[in-house]
């Protein structure tokens, strides 16, 4: 294939499935629904007919193409400037046919310029919102000691035993209550499991794997740790998921990574709490109607 070949191939895919959509575009579009020409600063990538097309539409083009896993080739970059001379060209003959003065087309276009002007307007805010968030972040920064404090408390509120459980939830209380009934009889919980409304269970007997009480709500952390190895509850217990069969297999001395292992990732959740903290106390500080 050669790659002449290889660019028009390409810039037929562009014509067909590409839609400018970046700020670029919008930013250099006047007001008027139909009027294309750029603003004075604009570069010109090529004219076609005299009209100029700017190189902020081909950039538009290429980070489109480049979100979606092309690579930055002038390959790509021949491809785009014929999409976009094709564009022109197409645009130059629906003028001529007087589609631009249709007012339906007019009322399009013009709600496809707005929308575009809102997503640059979208872009701009994230763009200084995220360098305001950074210099916020700089200037308040989660010290060693704050870290410290975090990862002690999470071992507290862990504890120093983890428990291997499996569980059945159902709806109904009734319905938990028989599953108790058919377990004294003698059936497996692995099997009574396939009526649990855990998709992340159900399948695998109900098993929950290895974890601390403190990764349950309260009823089920409760009703676990009062077990023994080998038993089950024996009376439904109640949560805010529905009512639950609880069965203990094991339980072992609970392995804490170290304070530098889990730091990067406490550090994070930290500088995320208190981004949460800054907007709440903005939020009920504004007035918002």
């Avoid at 390959?75 to 007012?103: F, N, T, Y």
């Avoid at 855990?198 to 601390?212: H, T, V």
């Avoid at 709500?217 to 998921?241: I, M, N, R, W």
């Amino acid at each position: 294939m050669s790659h002449l070949h290889k660019i028009t191939q390409l810039a037929a895919a562009l014509l067909i499935g590409a839609s400018i959509s970046l700020a670029a575009v919008a930013a250099d579009r006047k007001p008027s629904a139909t009027d294309r020409k750029p603003s004075a600063a604009a570069k010109a990538l090529v004219k076609v007919n005299g009209v100029t097309v700017p190189q902020t539409f081909a950039d538009a083009l290429v980070n489109e193409q480049k979100a979606m896993g092309a690579q930055d080739t002038p390959e790509l970059r021949d491809a785009v400037r014929e999409e976009l001379i094709r564009r022109e060209l197409l645009m130059q003959e629906a003028k001529k046919a007087g589609i631009d003065k249709k007012p339906e087309v007019v009322a399009q276009a013009e709600a496809a310029r707005q929308a575009l002007v809102a997503q640059a307007e979208v872009a701009k805010q994230t763009v200084l919102i995220r360098t305001y968030v950074q210099q916020y972040v700089e200037q308040h920064p989660i010290t060693d000691a704050q870290l410290r404090a975090s990862y002690e408390r999470i071992k507290t509120q862990a504890g120093d035993t983890e428990y291997k459980a499996r569980h059945i939830l159902v709806k109904d209380r009734a319905d938990a209550q028989a599953i108790i009934d058919k377990l004294k009889g003698g059936e497996k919980f692995e099997d009574l499991a396939k009526q649990s409304t855990d998709p992340g269970s159900k399948d695998n007997g109900g098993d929950l794997g290895w974890a601390a009480p403190a990764k349950y709500v309260k009823p089920f952390a409760d009703a676990l740790a009062a077990l023994k190895k080998g038993e089950y509850t024996e009376a439904p217990v109640e949560s805010q998921f529905g009512h639950h069969v609880i069965l203990l297999e094991d339980t072992r001395p609970m392995s804490f990574p170290p304070f530098e292992e889990v730091k990067p990732r406490l550090e994070q959740q930290a500088k995320a709490q208190e981004l949460i903290r800054l907007v709440d106390d903005l939020r009920a500080k504004a007035k918002i109607e």
